[in-house]
């Protein structure tokens, strides 16, 4: 092997700059700062109501009756955002009960940890909700050339596509008469 012979990739690089790829290959996989938000308005919810305030000599003590409710919000809120990194598929759930949460801890709460855990809370909620999946590199983009390919045996016939050449199905509710069912159910 000469000087000139480039290493392959990963040999003789450095431990921390392959934990860190492998960090963000991790972290693009997933709803990543979503879970970070919303795990980091769990926090100010869970914590202003059992906080002391000192002023000086003063002594501020903002325990209310509600403390044990903000407590249940904000352990609630750290594992929806645990569960939207290590459970990707639950995005929209998760994503939905950190902003009902959220919305509940303004009255539950001192205004939801004085504003800060709310706001982090809804916005982590709608960055899970409105996560979608990247496509993979790996795969390559399937095209069809037109007049290429067949219509496979007993296909339904769909209109063309001015744009792109492709055929479509017409109807997608999926009772054409090509398909047998023609409008009835098996249940009746």
């Known amino acids: 092997m000469s000087a000139e012979t480039p290493a392959a990739p990963g040999q ?94 303004i009255p539950v709460s001192n205004l939801g940890g004085f504003l800060i855990g709310f706001l982090f809370a809804m916005i982590g909620g709608a960055m899970a909700v409105s996560w979608a999946p990247g496509e993979s590199e790996t795969e390559p983009a399937k095209t069809v050339a037109k007049g290429e390919g067949e219509t496979p045996e007993g296909a339904p016939v769909g209109t063309a596509d001015s744009v792109s050449g492709l055929s479509e199905p017409n109807d997608l509710s999926g009772t054409s008469p090509a398909n047998g069912a023609n409008g009835r159910h098996s249940a009746g």
């Open 12 to 105: 003789n690089e450095h431990y921390l700059r392959v934990l860190r790829r492998n960090f963000r290959t991790w972290r693009g996989d997933r709803p990543f700062w979503a879970g970070l938000f919303v795990l980091l308005g769990g926090f100010p919810i869970a914590y202003f109501p059992y906080a002391n305030l000192q002023i000086g000599h003063l002594t501020l003590a903002m325990a209310t009756t509600a403390g044990a409710g903000s407590l249940i919000i904000g352990v609630l809120l750290g594992v929806l955002g645990v569960s939207l990194w290590f459970q990707k598929h639950v995005r929209t759930f998760a994503g939905v009960a950190a902003i009902l949460l959220a919305l509940v801890s």
